[in-house]
């Protein structure tokens, strides 16, 4: 039996990849989940004040996990659980690659985003050198402080739930989900994830992104 789903936002609740409408099929869905006694968590490489907002207006109650893994908050208690990077390091970053920051980076302190997404071995090198995580989500391209990733914050919201793993669905869409997979007894893949997510989930759907989400919720609810 599930007790807890965690889900990410961008490309699962939404309308499709690389859109941020939201699927308001999707919201019915999570919903239905609540009433039925099962929480659900918000879990994103979004900032934590943009999450917040739309965790209460969404009206759920698993938690969240925010800045990919860097930050969480359950009831009322919030902890950061990577290392933060001084705002020179971030500036440093965007100049030398010549990347487009995201207007959420003034609200972020560990997990900093960038547009275009894509990593090069350039960048990956760089990070490396200073000890720095970075990754893609496909909607913006990642630089965290240690340890970095959806793993962490995952961990650390199980065990303020005071959920085991064998009572949690996680669904995502992209690589940076991957990592939620191994506290989730159910992984679910979105119909049009990446093609490495797919190859780590044990239900794969068939709609994609936030019909996907709907899929996988009436799966669950039976
Ligand atoms: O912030 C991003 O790059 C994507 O966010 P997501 O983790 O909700 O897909
Ligand atoms: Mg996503």
Redesign the pocket.
Known sequence: MIELILT?????LTMDRGTYLLDTRAIEALRRAERAGIRVAL????SYPVLRGLYNYLGITGGIVAE?GCFVYYNFQTERVCETIPRSVVEDFRNKFNLRE?WQNEFRKSDF?FTP?QITPEIKAWADERGLVVQS????L?LAGKPGG?GAGVKRLLELVGVQSEKVGAI???R??IEMFTYAKVKAAVGNADPDLVKEANVKLKLKSGAGFTEFIEMILG
């Open positions: 990410d936002l961008d490309g699962t879990v994103s490489g979004n990919n995201s985003g997404a989500s496909g909607y913006a990642h959806k995502g869409d992209s940076t989900d």
